[in-house]
């Protein structure tokens, strides 16, 4: 067995993913025959420039890194908690990238989204179009040549990032399902029997497999416009997908969702890791850098303020010729209380 950790948070990226040790006798999957992730192999470089620089720049704590460690030993999803700003989203960037898991699929959460969204999308109308328009070409006998057919199920229908992310790759794809705290009260429920199985069936697949004669069909997945097999209709992940659900404590999850999750609470940085992450996004900080810090530690006392708000003060401070007084009323202006303005994820 390998020694732990697999991730080390130090944002260097290696092939450790394939020390991990076989899963508990209760979480193995065997999916079939495995598939190549896209860039398994390579970091994020084709990923847009924003995706990158949170996944260089992210810096995790000790107990993080622990408990992704866990949940990567476990293959059980994370569950990431806490206040806007502590680095929820950006932490499976910084994990896909250490482990070359390839490009993360995203699956960003409403109160509209159901279990159906996150596995796969299917148009039954733009199927019926295509066979009235094959039906039209074969009327006319004009028609130069015969033309491809594209009234199959499979030409109108898409894997989601869930479904995507339950492929059986060789190793895990890393799966972000963000701000599930906004699903309605279904969704999580929803989710439980998909992540604890590791499989799903797609019925339009299932009926459509009784009439091919190898009952594989090639659909496309999230994220590539590459078709991936799809065996009568059953999708079963090979290697559990590294899942990180994000939430910002705004409900309760039911107590047998979060059995079933390795729970990661994120807490406001203290001056020594908010040092850090400056220093990852913007250089060492200068003196006035440092006077921002500790204001901003004494402001998140009186509420919460979000941690890309200090990075936009800092920013700000060293790209122009401010007076100091002008600097003042500025730090003032971008790091309000999150009730009066709200920032997003970005270390």
């Known amino acids: 067995m390998p020694l732990w950790p697999v991730y080390t948070g130090t944002n260097e990226p290696h092939d450790g993913i394939e020390k991990l040790p076989p899963p508990p006798p209760w979480r193995a999957f065997d999916g079939g025959p495995p598939l190549a992730a896209p860039d398994a192999t390579a970091d994020l470089s084709a990923v847009s420039p924003d995706r990158v620089h949170r996944a260089v720049t992210y810096r995790a704590t000790e107990e993080t890194v622990q408990l992704v460690n866990a949940a990567l030993y476990l293959r059980r999803p994370l569950l990431v908690t806490g206040p806007p700003g502590t680095g929820k989203s950006s932490l499976v960037y910084a994990v896909a990238r250490e482990l070359r898991l390839g490009p993360v699929l995203r699956w960003n959460i409403t109160s509209r989204s159901t279990l159906h969204d996150g596995l796969y999308q299917y148009d039954p109308l733009s199927r019926l179009y295509a066979a009235r328009q094959r039906a ?80 594989i069909a090639r659909v496309p997945a999230d994220g590539t416009d590459e078709r991936v097999p799809v065996a009568r209709g059953r999708v079963r992940c090979r290697a559990f997908p590294f899942v990180v659900l994000t939430s910002n404590g705004e409900r309760e999850f039911p107590p047998a969702f979060l059995r079933r999750c390795v729970t990661l609470r994120l807490r406001q940085p203290d001056d020594r890791h908010l040092a850090d992450i400056v220093r990852a996004h913007l250089g060492e900080p200068d003196a006035y850098a440092r006077s921002l810090i500790t204001r901003f530690l004494e402001r998140t006392g009186a509420g919460d303020l979000a941690t890309d708000q200090l990075l936009n003060a800092i920013y700000l401070a060293g790209a122009g010729e401010l007076t100091a007084e002008s600097l003042d009323r500025l730090a003032e202006q971008l790091m309000p209380h999150l009730g009066q303005s709200t920032q997003s994820d970005v270390f």
């Open 136 to 215: 039209a070409r074969q009327d006319r006998p004009e028609a130069a040549g015969p033309a491809a057919d594209d009234t199959g199920i499979e030409h109108h229908l898409r894997l989601g990032p869930l479904g995507t992310a339950l492929l059986p790759y060789a190793r895990p794809r890393a799966l972000l399902i963000d701000e599930i705290d906004k699903s309605d009260l279904d969704l999580p429920n929803d989710l439980l029997n998909v992540l604890e199985e590791g499989q799903y069936e797609i019925p339009e697949l299932v009926r459509a497999a009784e009439l091919s004669p190898d009952g």
